[in-house]
Each structure stands twice: as structure tokens, then as C-alpha cells.
């Protein structure tokens, strides 16, 4: 996977069973070390996930070609997204698209944009990582960490079912992470890894607060009525784009649910409550049905499961504490859009980039020199992300009136072949390509040659 193994092994305890930490211990057990996971939840809370359907963005999907037997998995369980129908909220006129299959843009993308269920994807790193030696401690809640006192001191995580001594915690346990809690409570270090890193993230603070939820209706329901059926014959997603809040739509991979993902910045939002994974709501709030467009309401109200999700932007500062023995990944690290198109990958690409670096470990005092390069990629990507959140939300959720006016009419040049002209491909692109181009790959490879390597010399 990587071009070689670290010559120094370090035990690395990764909290967090989720496919970001999953990936992360399969690829830090890849660049040589050893690796424990405690999760909370048993293995069902991730088999039995009722079709919880993952994004794979053209940048994620680049990077899980290195991972074993991932186009089997795709051909089998996961269906490729050929593009977005955008449409006028309170009309469902249809006033752009954007179309993922055109050869000019697959070209671009140099990769296809896939969906797979959660489930499928977490067995996959699953099976992976029990085959190359992961241990898992499953049941094993994260309660504390004892943090190093020294440079030289094992770190201890102190959990329900005992005490786990390593060299370095990963923290990849998500939007309400404990090990965050943990690196902000012991005030670890309050600095950035280099002060252009610290002024570029000053510069785009990302949306905050946002509401992001996950909907789902039985396609049986939808094919006994015509108006509904319709929409769930191909694999194109459907975006309503209303008032401060937007309606993605679209077929789950195995073809049994209509997914619905929800994205709003709007105050009126902001007193929904939030639910876990496995207690979903099973009334969508009167808040979110208030749309008048009739299929949309439809939709909402065959509903079935309604998962809601409130985030902040969190604060960039860096990602391990002073004695480099505490890290976070992925939503446990900087918010992306829960639900959004970018959440997996980011947690993919963290975890990635951290087995990348890692496996050019030589000596143990070549650890905080990784450490901060994990830092500065991670953040420089974190830009790119909140960036492209951010316009999403401006893009999809604009109020009535003059700008949302304009937008329409030059999305709607997308309907005609060859018709749209650079300001349009650039409203409607603008918020996507950058990441979509992101190379996680390239920018380790990049750092190391720039920054480690000399010194490795």
C-alpha cells in the first residue's frame, strides 16, 4: 500500500470503530505498527445499520484504489451518482443540472463518484483489518486518557473495560469526540504548526452553526404513486433548492430506500433536536415538511427514519498535544457537513494521510516531525473543505430575490448541450472541483520531499 514500512514501531490506540478509524488502523498497521481499536457500540451497531448510504467523491475514490479488492466491492454493492438535477424549491422546475459522465468531465475528475452502504464499506476495512493483525476491543467505552508528562511516557486510555498503554491515541470518534474534549480540557498546545497555516484557516471560518439531516422512504411506497415513482428510476440525485435549506435526493445503492439528506443554515432551524445513529426519529419534525412543493411534502411524509445532526465549525488549532501522544482525525478534527459530500472523505483522506506519514518512521525523535505535517496537510485541507461547505449552503439555499434569480438563469443554460458559458461552469463547479481534485497521495509525497526527507538525510 505504502512504498515502504517504518523502521521504529509504535502501538497505536485508535478510539473510534467508525470507517475513519477503521482506516486508519488498517493503514498504520500497513506502514508497520500495531494497533488497537476500542469502540463503544458492539460490531452489529455497524452490520446493522439500515441502509445508511455513503458519498465517494472522485478524490476518495482515487485514494481507495490502494485499498484490496475495493472495485469488487463497488461493482457488487455500490452504483455510480452520473450527476444532480437541480431544481426550483417551491416549484420543482428543473433549472440545471450537473452531469459526472459527460468523457470532458470524467476526464476531469479522472475518477467516477460512487455510493455504497455504510455497512458494506465498514465489513470491507473490517475484514481487512482482522486479516493483517488489528486487535479490536469492542464494548470498551474511552473514559479518560492519561496524558504524558514527559516526551518519553506511554499514554494511558483508561476505558470500561480497562486500561490500553501505547505511544500514541488517535482520536476518530466523531462529531461529539471524547478525545477532543480531552486535548481541549488539558489546554494542549494552543499554537499552529506555522503561522500561514494559522492565517489561511482565519480566512474561511466555514458555515456555523448548520443542520444537517438523513431521511429515509421505502421505495415501495414512492412506486405506488406516479408522481413519486418516477424520480426513483435512475440513479441521478435530485436537489431542491429552497429558502435557507436544500433537499438532496436519491436512491440508496441496493435500490430499496429513497434517501433524503438535508442541509440548512437558517435560524428558524437551529431548536431542532439532535438524534444518535440508533434512535432515529420516527415523526420528521413539522419544521422540515413546511415546503410547498407537493412531491417534495410527499416525500417527507413517507418518511420512515429521520436522523438530524448540529455542528459548529471547530476551532483549527493543532491536532496533537505537546507531547505528540494525543492526535485527531477526521469529524473528530475540524467539521465537515455530516451528510454532506465531503464527510467521508475527509475522515478517509486524515486517516490515510496519517498511515502515509508514518510509515517513513525511522526514530522515535521523528515522531513530532510527522505530527506536524500531519498538522499542516490536514488543515490546509480542512480550508478546501469548509470552503466548498460553505458554498454548497450559499449555493443551495439562497432566500427569494434578485441573487437567487440570477443563479437560476444561469444554471438553467446547464439544460441546453454546449450552452453554458465560464461564469456558469464556474458558479456551479467552483464549490466542488477544488476538493473533488484533492490528492491526499500527492500532498504526503509532496510534504515529505519538501520537509522530511532532508532531514532523513
Known sequence: MFPRQAMHVLKFAIVGGSIGGLTAAYCLRQAGHDVVVLEKNTVDAFTNIPLCSLKIPPNMTRLLKHIPDIQNLFSQKGSIIPGFILREGQTSEIVGKMEFMTEEIRAGLRSDYYQVSYSDLWKHFYNLCNGCGVEFKFGSEAIEIQP?????????????????????????????????????????????????????????????????????????????????????????????????????????????????????????????????????????????????????????????????????????????????????????????????????????????????????????????????????????????????????????????????EARDALFRQTLQHNQANEDTLELLWNTYITQFDYDAKEAVEEWWLNWMKPIQS
Not at 251 to 261: A, S, V
Not at 345 to 372: C, K, R, W
Request: include cysteine; hydrophobic fraction near 35%; charged fraction near 25%.
Open 148 to 404: 504524558a508528562k514527559v516526551e518519553t511516557d506511554f499514554i494511558t486510555v483508561l476505558s470500561s473495560t480497562g486500561e490500553v498503554v501505547c505511544d500514541i491515541v488517535v482520536g476518530a470518534d466523531g462529531n461529539h469526540s471524547i478525545v477532543k474534549e480531552i486535548l481541549d480540557k488539558y489546554e494542549v498546545i494552543l499554537e499552529k504548526t506555522r503561522k500561514n497555516v494559522d492565517e489561511e484557516s482565519k480566512e474561511e471560518p466555514g458555515p456555523e452553526p448548520w443542520i444537517s439531516c438523513r431521511l429515509m422512504v421505502p421505495l415501495l411506497r414512492m412506486q405506488t404513486d406516479p408522481e413519486l415513482s418516477i424520480l426513483s428510476q435512475d440513479n441521478w440525485e435530485n436537489a431542491w433548492m429552497c429558502d435557507g435549506i436544500s433537499y438532496i435526493c436519491g436512491k440508496d445503492p441496493l435500490g430499496q430506500y429513497y434517501l433524503i439528506h438535508v442541509l440548512c443554515d437558517h435560524p428558524r432551524y437551529f431548536d431542532l433536536q439532535e438524534t444518535e445513529w440508533d434512535d432515529p426519529l420516527t415523526e420528521v419534525p413539522e419544521l422540515l415538511k413546511k415546503v410547498e412543493e407537493p412531491r417534495l411534502r410527499k416525500m417527507l411524509e413517507l418518511a420512515t427514519s429521520c436522523h438530524i445532526t448540529k455542528q459548529t465549525s471547530k476551532v483549527l488549532l493543532n491536532n496533537a498535544d505537546k507531547y505528540n501522544r494525543i492526535v485527531v482525525i477526521g469529524t473528530a478534527a475540524h467539521a465537515a457537513m455530516i451528510n454532506g459530500s465531503f464527510n467521508s472523505a475527509i475522515a478517509f483522506e486524515d486517516a490515510f494521510t496519517l498511515g502515509y506519514l508514518f510509515s517513513h518512521l525511522n526514530f522515535p525523535d521523528e515522531v513530532p516531525f510527522l505530527l506536524h505535517g500531519l498538522n499542516e496537510i490536514t488543515q490546509r485541507h480542512t480550508k478546501i473543505v469548509r470552503a466548498s461547505d460553505s458554498g454548497v449552503l450559499r449555493l443551495f439555499c439562497m432566500p427569494p430575490g434578485p441573487e437567487q
